[in-house]
């Protein structure tokens, strides 16, 4: 069964380090999102992404953030400058259509030292 | 601004019984909503959908019920496994406003045999 796959499970970084999460969608989808969860909270939508641009975009989501898909098979986020704040579990997910299901992948854990 | 949040943080069933989780909204104009199941170390896994212009979906074991009156989604499991122990998610989104998910708190269910 097709799956979202993410890289690396486990980052740790400095504050104030770029860092970018890889994500591969399933490979016939078309729209792709990220979303974080702060341990012990919900999931929080940050961006969606079509037809190589951003689609949707949440507060959390402001200029330290960015995302990228370089090649027909990678979806990145990036972040610039890290706060020890954006320390959070990061899930890639994809879909066929606009309102299709949504398909998580297993997440990169992010800590920000 | 608008939420998606659950009744109890934390569900104990025995195995073989019925499970019941619980979710209120409070946006109105919301059209879509779906079940997430969370295991620990993953990403969410869908489980079932429902759109605004139904009250009830079945699923292999699940059940939706929504009641549009009062801005309540319930997740009915049946005959409850140990496998069915994970943290549960509703999300909502409004189509009208894009496709983004809005996420529930979560509830733990804690099957015991």
């Known amino acids: 069964e097709p799956e979202v796959t993410q890289t690396p499970s486990h980052q740790v970084t400095q504050m104030g380090q770029e860092v970018i999460l890889r994500c591969v969608p399933i490979?016939?989808?078309?729209?792709f999102y990220w979303y974080r969860q702060i341990l012990g909270q919900k999931v929080e939508f940050l961006v969606s992404?079509?037809?190589?641009?951003?689609?949707?975009k949440s507060e959390i989501f402001d200029d330290q953030f960015s995302v990228e898909r370089p090649d027909g098979s990678n979806f990145t986020l990036k972040i610039r400058s890290t706060k020890l704040e954006d320390s959070a579990m990061y899930f890639c997910?994809?879909?066929?259509?606009?309102?299709?299901?949504?398909?998580f992948g297993p997440g990169t854990r992010l800590t920000v030292l | 601004g608008e939420s998606v949040g659950l009744h109890l943080p934390t569900l104990s069933v025995q195995e073989g019984d019925n499970s019941i989780i619980n979710c209120a909204y409070s946006?109105?104009?919301?059209?879509?909503f779906i079940w997430y199941k969370q295991e620990s170390g993953k990403g969410p896994q869908f489980i079932i959908d429902?759109?605004?212009?139904?009250d009830k979906r079945q699923g292999q074991r699940v059940t939706v019920l929504l009641n549009k009156t009062v801005k309540h989604l319930s997740l009915q499991i049946a005959a409850t496994q140990p496998g069915d122990s994970a943290v549960y998610f509703c999300?909502?989104?409004?189509?009208?406003?894009?496709?983004?998910?809005?996420f529930g708190k979560g509830t733990s269910l804690l099957v015991t045999p």
């Open positions: 999300a909502e989104r409004e189509r009208r406003t894009g496709y983004a998910l809005n």
């Open positions: 992404f079509y037809n190589n641009e951003i689609s949707e």
């Open positions: 490979s016939n989808h078309l729209y």
């Open positions: 997910a994809s879909s066929s259509g606009a309102s299709g299901e949504q398909f």
């Open positions: 429902i759109r605004s212009n139904m």
């Open positions: 946006n109105s104009a919301s059209d879509y």
